[in-house]
């Protein structure tokens, strides 16, 4: 009971969307709303009751008047299984809302005209979520299957591309099919939006990323190895945008294709952050450590 509260106490609701409301009421579509509206604050909460779950640092969970975001203090350093879980458990959401509308109808304790209102909204929210694009859940998991193979700065770079081609595929479907749909384009506008600013931030993002993996809590369950080579002549720099989530690196040092030395990730993190060494070459910390 007390996380259940401790969740509410998360929730925001935009002020345009109080705005959305009494625009609604004035047009008679106000049980619409408030339908759309429970669903996408179900949908949030599913997100967040599993990101409590694992004791993640929640910051809020924002209701627009167009959708929903909880936004978690989070910067990819947890265990990518465990993100899978937080991601997913919105559009699991769906599952249980519409077999549960199902068994109400079923016992004519749902009311028959708001039901296939209420099923075509589940169905809409749990498509849309899905699709590749960034921030929306199905963007999130691209992001995770990348990370599985590919750095954090690559999958995060090509996650962003990925998004992009789609929404402007979306956009186009949209615009051959239904242009006159203005809440849609609000939408895309939104999305585009979201990616330009999270392009603009994709270095700060990657530094906060390095930040919390070296000031941050450590994770419980130990990281699986997995071995950098660099050659001398690396910048320190380009080895720390090799590292990758869910591993940790020992740092193999070569020179013309053999070992001289082996650095740990945290001496890395240590030169780079600490000491400010953002110049130095790989071989510059060998001697130094």
């Not at 954090?152 to 770079?157: E, K, P």
């Not at 950098?228 to 590292?243: M, P, R, S, T």
């Not at 990758?244 to 040092?253: E, T």
Request: with cysteine; glycine share 4%; hydrophobic share 50%.
């Amino acid at each position: 009971m007390n996380k259940s509260i401790e969740l509410l106490r998360h929730v925001h609701i935009h002020p345009l969307l109080w705005l959305v409301i009494a625009l609604s009421i004035a047009t008679a579509h106000f049980m619409e709303v408030s339908l759309l509206l429970g669903i996408i604050f179900v949908h949030e909460m599913g997100h967040a009751a599993a990101a409590s779950f694992f004791s993640w640092r929640i910051k809020r969970i924002t209701l627009l008047p167009f959708g929903g975001v909880a936004e978690m203090d989070e910067h990819g350093n947890r265990p990518l299984k465990e993100e899978a879980i937080v991601v997913l458990a919105g559009p699991l959401q769906h599952v249980w809302m519409v077999a549960a509308a199902f068994a109400l109808l079923h016992f004519n304790l749902f009311p028959e005209d708001l039901f296939p209102l209420f099923i075509e909204y589940n169905l809409m929210i749990l498509i849309f979520n899905l699709f590749p694009v960034w921030p929306l859940d199905g963007g999130k998991l691209v992001f995770l299957l990348l990370s599985l193979k590919n750095s954090f700065a690559s999958a995060h770079r090509t996650t962003l591309m990925i998004s992009f081609v789609s929404l402007c595929m979306f956009s186009f479907v949209i615009l051959a099919t239904a242009p006159a749909h203005i809440n849609v384009w609000v939408v895309i506008g939104f999305l585009f939006f979201s990616l330009y600013y999270e392009w603009k931030q994709r270095r700060f993002i990657f530094m906060r990323f390095l930040l919390e993996r070296y000031y941050g809590k450590k994770s419980s369950s130990p990281d699986s190895l997995k071995p950098i080579q660099a050659d001398e002549q690396d910048l320190l720099i380009n080895v720390l945008e090799k590292f990758q989530r869910g591993c940790k690196h020992p740092i193999i040092v070569e020179v013309d294709g053999r070992e001289k030395g082996t650095l740990d990730e945290n001496e890395l993190l240590h030169a780079y952050f600490t000491e400010k060494r953002l110049n130095d070459k790989i071989s510059d910390l060998l001697f130094l450590y």
